[in-house]
């Protein structure tokens, strides 16, 4: 186990936690979020909610199946890093008034009248707690708070992720940089596309971040969030801050299920290296190409998956 770092989100605008948060976020690129203001039984409620729907029949999971037309709605069947994933997963999201998803609207559950509202109280708080910690990440890098903002205006395209992970009968866990051989991981490794994702998890530990030449697994802090920064606050800061790479185990004895809320820019921005962190390292990046792109290799083998990498100086 490692213990990645603790941030209080009532603290985010003092300098002590602030340079905490920079610390953190050079260093891992993951920490817990703690006094973040969602209490315990909203977070158990969200759980109970995800748990009634995951425990549903599949068919009546894949009539509400997300499409490469439309990406809100449950999938089984997701790629990472061209390898199939040991998990379910329910994607929900605004309606998309324009770009390359303009005129997706959320599926719904019909059966169950309370998920919606859990969904919709629980993709609040996450966007109020990413709009403060992108205001302090900005600050930490020695930017105005606002500096960032204007990349999720008029609309973001954030959304939330529920994940269920059921019992694998053949759980692998790489101890390098590479796909099962032969087993499973929940998730491949990967960092996350956006800006930053938001995570509530229960009790199960199988969440692992690669650090200094090996996985770390991270251990849940009950109550407490998981944040991890993603690949446009890499590029932004110039490489000072560096978007995790990470995996989730499969597990061959416990179910999991987790929330993971991505802050995404909207769907027209474009983002590069704040000018003030010198020589720029990255080309600048059209956000909702690159979301497309990356998207594309959810649904079937597209080649090698897009990265940061490839707009590289």
Known sequence: MSAIPSIRFDRLQTAATQAELADACSRWGFFQLTHHGVNANEQQGLLAAMRAFFDLPLPRKRAIARTAANPWGFYDQELTKNTPDWKQIFDVGDP??????????PQWPVELPAFRPAMDAHRAHCERLSKGLLVAI????GVAG????????PSHTSFLR???YPLCAAPEAPASIAVPMQGHLGINHHTDAGAL?????DSVNALQVFNDGRWHTIEPDPGAFVINIGDVVQVWSNDRYTAPLHRVLANAKQERYSAAYFYNPAAAAHYAPLRELGEPRYRPIAWGEFRTARAAGDYADSGEEIQIAHFAR
């Open 197 to 201: 994702t938001v995570l509530m998890q």
């Open 146 to 153: 606002d500096r960032l903002a204007a990349a999720f205006e």
């Open 138 to 141: 900005a600050e930490s890098l």
């Open 96 to 105: 998309e008034p324009d770009g390359p998803l303009a005129g997706c609207e």
């Open 162 to 164: 529920l994940n269920y």
